[in-house]
């Protein structure tokens, strides 16, 4: 028996196995190699030391809540109910598959933008919904509506994006946000925008939340992660905001997935959030290091994507090799000892452009030492 016949092992799961067994320098699955903050490990532990080690409410705490709703406040511009439209959530990833479990049922369609986050094709199918995949333009990576349109049917249920992009670092435009308004209003169907690196975006350009448009915010659900804020992934912390009517739905899924989500972690962050610098300072945090990597990969025959937000870089290879992305990020990872991700990996019939995901967020030694080893490719 299987409900997901064609899905193997992650590919985040493969490469950072492969880079381990190669003792390799792990760029490929997105995760910082410095710690997070003393501060926050301390208001963690202070609150384990209070006695919050009890189970939380069902969407989270208040205080965490609140905080997250004033943040919201502050930077798009949106007043969020924080008891009836924010719910704490065990990590990003949970985030999305909850709002998909709550929405899709057999035989609905879900447009899916391709490459695509590895999670959300599998997470469609196994609520038995019908992923159907629009390839952004390569090599910018930009949204074609014209096509997104002609695949839109009476079926279709809900449009997913994700903004700043993973795997491509590209971002959403306001007229991209134009068209999807039209499209969603036209046909009545719900989004799901991804937007767990929503301070990792570069060149002074803001994030374009859906947060911020309240007509397409009334149909639509947001998530976050603070692992990717906070530099800590391995904590599995993020929340997800939807208008009242969608999250009283949301809330039944979720209290029967995990109930509740860790409440130490809860009261650490809810206090840690109470200063915006913690947050405010990621953009330019980040940029040193995009920057940093580019100019250190200029002595090598890679070739650079734009990297927009996130902490991915593209980069082409077709000046070293043609051979499949997949064989040669297995290679270098070996022969080199770089880990990277094949974006072939991010396409459900595996196109292959020749380009491999780094991910630059590293300490400076790691990305001096990856970009000597790769100079001698
Ligand atoms: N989001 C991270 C990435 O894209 C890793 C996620 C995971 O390992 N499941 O690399």
Known sequence: MSKLPNVGTTIFSIMSALAAQHKAINLSQGFPDFDCDDLLKKLVTEAMEDGYNQYAPMPGIMPLREVIAQKIENLYGQQVNPDTEITITPGGTYAIFTAIATCIGPG??????????????????????????????????????????????????????????????????????????????????????????????????????????????????????????????????????????LMAEYRKVHQYLCFSVNTPMQYGLSRYLQTPEHYLSLPGFYQQKRDYFLELMKDTRFTPLHSKGSYFQLMRYDRISNEGDKDFATRITKEFGVASIPVSAFYENGKDDHVLRFCFAKKKETLEQAAERLRKI
């Open 108 to 245: 609905d369609e879900v447009i899916i933008f391709e490459p695509a986050y590895d999670s959300y094709i599998p997470n469609v199918r196994v609520n038995g919904g019908v992923p159907v995949m629009i390839p952004l333009s390569y090599p910018d990576y930009s949204i074609d509506w014209n096509l997104v349109r002609s695949k839109i049917t009476p079926r279709t249920k809900m449009i997913m994006i994700n903004t700043p992009h993973n795997p491509t670092a590209s971002i959403i435009s306001r007229e991209d946000l134009e068209e999807l308004q039209k499209i969603v209003t036209e046909h009545k169907l719900l989004v799901l925008s991804d937007e767990v690196y929503e301070h990792l975006i570069y060149d002074g350009e803001a994030h374009l939340s859906i947060l911020r448009y309240p007509e397409l915010l009334r149909n639509s659900f947001v998530t976050f992660s603070f692992g990717k804020v906070f530099h800590n992934t391995g904590w599995k912390m993020g929340y997800c905001v939807a208008p009242a009517h």
